[in-house]
């Protein structure tokens, strides 16, 4: 792979990563919509994959040293080395809403990152695999905003969403030591024009403001205090023996 | 589940009644459903991209499993599920 | 369902003797048909027991699939979650054809009508003990399971084929990170997996429920929806998983040894009085778990209410 793509690869990993992660764990929390749970489940073993595919891409080579690096990556690193973009550093399992808004502009994002590195050779092949999926989910995540969207009391507390959600989309496309070809701004222009088009139909509270937000130059996202505990506790065995690894 | 035709008709009894007798004639069947075509929704999924999905999700199979079993040198019983 | 013989209960037997009288001849029931409403409580008792217990424990597995060591023992961890949730569905969406609500089903566990199976009111406490207790409770589902697939009513006994295929991937997948751990993992996680061994043993065991002289009240042989003893299955269970606890290194049961006239294994006695005890009251991980449950499925209540307030679309 072409060394000017890492930065954007390791980025687009640690998203897909805890994506996933949020989505299987929010598949384990009891609800009457257990078909909701199981469309969450099979998404995110979608995104597992997906970050399988680009650390296989981080980490090429011989199988069992391949996998190797790809855990020492996740687990040896510090929280604050990880690249994942603010809206990825919330857990949300307590607030469906905020999920759903998370989820849906994450999606139209992908949606907008897959498109652009559809034109990059290396990854060309990963991408098409990746484009058929997100396609599925994002349809997925539209009908869940469409649908809540037309409910008196479900689309207010969209609209508390998104007013919660609008710190956390600053710095969605940055990528750190990105290559200059790496537009940023373009990106997340196309972002805002997409998830407009979702929006606009539903006149949601906060919509405008974070479409606005959405379309400007990214700036760096809060502090997510939560997440760097959360990488913490997920790489705690891990670090308590490093050496105990075992490989199968 | 197959599906064998349609008939029309004015209420989910009637339409029983014609498709049983209409359908009858083709072949036996266990069980006969009619569903109103307005509560019909439709997805064509594409087989052989689900096909690659399944096959790349191998360790949700437990062939997987006894095959890294076999290679280290264990032999896992058969497990009965009938 | 094509292809399989069809048992037909007859109209003349739509009254209860005659439905019992069908039933202890081998009779199957499908969905649809004429049945007395003890026979459908019957039913839906035991499934509503099996559904509640495949999703109430998810936020165990929540957390173990966070903490797992690396990304490759994740992987398995997620598929399971989403096996899981897919069990409690299918059986739930039968009990809706029997009239019993998944709303219904919710509350009663969380009003204390249905209680947890015995093994799932205790914690796991390391990564090696995981994979123990995988094994073994999963182990002790797969024998029940497979008994129920043989029971009278017959769209139950496809949903317990359907789940059985994918308890069959838990199993493997457990027997082998099992395996992995004794014989790759450091002196630590041998004995974390050995001793999650001997500890789950004597939990597992209780999992098929008291033999039947300290039974009471169901008389499930007329119904025949479960059709073998909690000791014949106890027993298969032991025949199973005794070589494979065996070949990882642990002795379960001093006391264990088989008759050799009769086949049967002899066991340590097991304390009924505690396991009573138990069943009906709330461990600290029970309570952990109902308070899980109760606040994602409270969270859920808006976005439920939402949808089906929503007009059906033209």
């Not at chain 1, 069992?64 to 690096?69: A, L």
């Not at chain 1, 139909?201 to 996202?221: I, N, Q, R, V």
């Not at chain 3, 995988?134 to 006994?157: D, E, I, K, M, W």
Request: net charge negative; glycine share 4%; hydrophobic share 40%.
């Amino acid at each position: 792979m072409r060394a000017d793509l890492e930065p954007i690869v390791r980025a687009w990993a640690d998203d897909e990563i805890f994506f996933a992660t949020y989505l299987l764990g929010r598949s384990c929390g009891a609800s009457p919509d257990l078909e909701k749970i199981l469309a969450m489940a099979s998404i995110g073993q979608d995104e597992f994959g997906h970050a399988e595919l680009l650390l296989g891409l981080l980490f090429p080579g011989p199988d069992v040293e391949r996998r190797r690096d790809k855990e020492r990556y996740f687990f040896e690193r510090e929280p604050s080395d990880f690249r994942n973009s603010s809206l990825l550093k919330l857990e949300l399992l307590d607030d469906w809403a905020a999920f759903v808004v998370r989820a849906f502009l994450y999606e139209e994002a992908e949606s907008v990152r897959v498109g652009r590195l559809s034109e990059v050779e290396d990854l060309a092949g990963i991408v098409a695999i990746m484009e058929r999926e997100e396609e599925e989910h994002r349809r997925y995540w539209r009908w869940w905003m469409t649908s809540l969207g037309r409910h008196p009391e479900a689309r207010q507390r969209l609209g508390s969403a998104i007013e919660l959600l609008l710190p956390y989309v600053t710095d969605t496309f940055w990528v750190k030591d990105a290559p200059t070809w790496w537009d940023p701004a373009t990106l997340r222009r196309q972002w805002a024009e997409s998830v407009a088009k979702v929006l606009a139909p539903l006149s949601l509270p906060h919509a405008d403001s974070l479409l606005s937000e959405m379309a400007s130059e990214p700036t760096p996202g809060p502090d997510v205090s939560s997440f760097w505990e959360f990488v913490r506790e997920q790489q705690r065995i891990y670090r308590s023996d490093p050496e105990a690894i075992t490989w199968g | 589940m197959q599906h064998v035709g349609s008939v029309r008709a004015p209420d989910p009894e009637s339409a029983l009644e014609a498709a049983y007798h209409i359908f009858l004639r083709l072949d036996t069947f266990e069980r006969l459903w009619v569903v109103d075509r307005r509560f019909i929704a439709e997805m064509i999924p594409d087989a052989e991209w689900d096909r690659r999905r399944i096959q790349e999700t191998e360790f949700r199979r437990p062939s997987f499993y006894v095959r890294k079993l076999a290679a280290a040198g264990y032999t896992p019983p058969k497990l009965s599920t009938g | 369902m094509m292809g399989e013989p069809v048992h037909r209960l007859p109209p003349s037997m739509e009254d209860v003797d005659g439905f019992v009288a069908y039933i202890q001849a081998g009779g199957k029931v499908e969905a649809g048909d004429w049945m007395p409403e003890e026979y459908k409580n019957e039913v839906i008792k035991i499934a509503s027991f099996q559904a509640i217990l495949e999703v109430v424990p998810m936020p165990l597995f929540r957390r173990w699939m966070y903490m797992a060591p690396t990304l490759w023992r994740r992987r398995p961890l997620l598929g399971k979650i989403q096996d899981e949730v897919g069990h409690c569905h299918i059986t739930a969406r039968m009990l809706e054809d029997l009239g019993k609500s998944r709303e219904e089903l919710f509350s009663d566990y969380l009003e204390g009508r249905i209680h947890l199976n015995y093994p799932f009111k205790f914690p796991v406490d390391s990564w090696g003990e995981l994979p123990a207790f995988l094994l073994l409770t999963n182990s002790a589902a797969v024998v029940q399971f497979r008994s129920l697939a043989h029971g009278s009513y017959l769209p139950y006994c496809r949903v317990m084929k359907k789940i059985m295929r994918e308890e069959s991937f838990h199993f493997y997948h457990a027997l082998q990170l099992c395996h992995e751990l004794v014989t790759e993992g450091t002196p630590r996680q041998r004995s974390q997996v050995q001793e999650g061994l001997a500890k789950w043993w004597h939990i597992a065991i209780y999992q098929f429920g008291p033999p039947e002289h300290l039974t009471k009240g169901r008389d499930w042989r007329k119904w025949r929806v479960k059709v073998d003893e909690n000791e014949t299955l106890r027993q298969q269970w032991i025949s199973m998983l005794y070589p494979i606890v065996r070949s990882l290194g642990v002795e379960p049961d001093p006391n264990l040894e088989r008759d050799p006239d009769t086949g049967e294994w002899r066991y340590s006695p097991l304390d009924w009085d505690r396991f009573f005890h138990l069943i009906r009251q709330r461990t600290p991980l029970e309570e952990w778990y109902v308070e899980e449950f109760k606040r994602s499925y409270e969270n859920d209540q808006w976005a439920l209410k939402a949808l089906k307030e929503l007009p059906l679309a033209a």
